[in-house]
């Protein structure tokens, strides 16, 4: 049985979230566009190469990802997967729990989905 695309999105949503815990960032990168928009809930923004230098320096360090994956809604090549996350996470050498809401779009690109966009809201 073939899988939808619904159901790839949700699964490749998952496959980035443990590939930015396990801190495997050629598999994240192997997921993100190169025009990845990667928008924290403090209104940081990253683009796909200054997020994983951020990574790789240790600036971010993710101890925790719990990601629950609502909603994925697929029109034509593109993917909206809204989800809500918890995050134990050192950023700047400040340890951090969060709570957010997340907003993913992923876009089909050469056959291959890839996320173009992360939006963290923090929960009130």
Known sequence: MAVSDE?????LEGRRFRAIMEGDLAAFRNLAHPDLTY???SG???TLESFLEKCESAYFVYHR????????????DT???????????????????LSNRSLGVWVRMEG?????AHQATAKR
């Open 7 to 11: 159901q790839a999105v949700r699964e």
């Open 44 to 46: 940081a923004l990253d």
């Open 39 to 41: 928008t924290h809930s």
């Open 112 to 116: 291959k989905w890839r996320i173009l």
């Open 65 to 76: 990802i719990d990601h629950v994956t609502g909603s994925a809604t697929v029109v034509g």
């Open 79 to 97: 993917a909206v997967v809204v989800g809500d996350m918890r995050v134990d996470m050192t950023a700047g050498g400040t340890r951090r729990e």
